[in-house]
T-cell receptor
């Protein structure tokens, strides 16, 4: 079955620095979604990518969908303390959305 | 406009017992998905309900069952609880997936924290 893998599992970032988290699927995806879960909270939808090679930006966050539609990345510039949380990618397989294990981000002020 | 609501927020059960968790979807949504999230892990898909039927199921045993009511609300039932069933159970609502590549995003509730002792 479909597997979605994310690296790194943990990302410790100095405030103001940039970082990237990566998502890889064992199968081609029709689309990929990204969610953010704050500590003690629930996953909140960030964005959906549908087209091969698609790039979308939300302020300091840049999301990219690979050409083969099997991988994706999230790049955050000038990290802030508000970026703390776990970022999940999720790929669709039939009706279900399969989540990766997430990248947990902590920020050093 | 109420979002997804789940009840109860916390629950403590002993091994072998049965539990029922409840979910009301966001207004206008007709599809409910249930996920299990163990500590430090990503949400794992249990099943999805649409038009009062289970449409797809993840890799969970038959001890996990569910129901969707005509008002789109849903229940998750777990029988013969095991210690390993301790987790955060998340309900997510959405609109039914269409034929194209775009999916209606999932809107999650705050979850039910189940502890099995």
């Amino acid at each position: 079955g479909q597997q979605v893998m994310q690296i790194p599992q943990y990302q410790h970032v100095q405030e103001g620095e940039d970082f990237t988290t990566y998502c890889n699927s064992s199968t081609t995806l029709s689309n990929i979604q990204w969610y953010k879960q704050r500590p003690g909270g629930h996953p909140v939808f960030l964005i959906q990518l549908v087209k091969s090679g698609e790039v979308k930006k939300q302020k300091r966050l840049t999301f990219q969908f690979g050409e083969a539609k099997k991988n994706s990345s999230l790049h955050i510039t000038a990290t802030q303390t508000t970026d703390v949380g776990t970022y999940f990618c999720a790929g669709r397989n039939d009706y279900k959305l399969s989540f990766g294990a997430g990248t947990t981000v902590t920020v050093r002020a | 406009d109420a979002g997804v609501t789940q009840s109860p927020t916390h629950l403590i059960k002993t091994r072998g017992q049965q539990v029922t968790l409840r979910c009301s979807p966001k207004s206008g949504h007709d599809t409910v998905s249930w996920y299990q999230q163990a500590l430090g892990q990503g949400p794992q898909f249990i099943f999805q309900y649409y038009e009062e039927e289970e449409r797809q199921r993840g890799n969970f045993p038959d001890r996990f069952s569910g129901h969707q009511f005509p008002n789109y609300s849903s229940e998750l039932n777990v029988n013969a609880l095991l210690l390993g069933d301790s987790a955060l159970y998340l309900c997510a609502s959405s609109l039914a997936p269409g034929q194209g590549s775009y999916n209606s995003p999932l809107h999650f509730g705050n979850g039910t924290r189940l502890t099995v002792t």
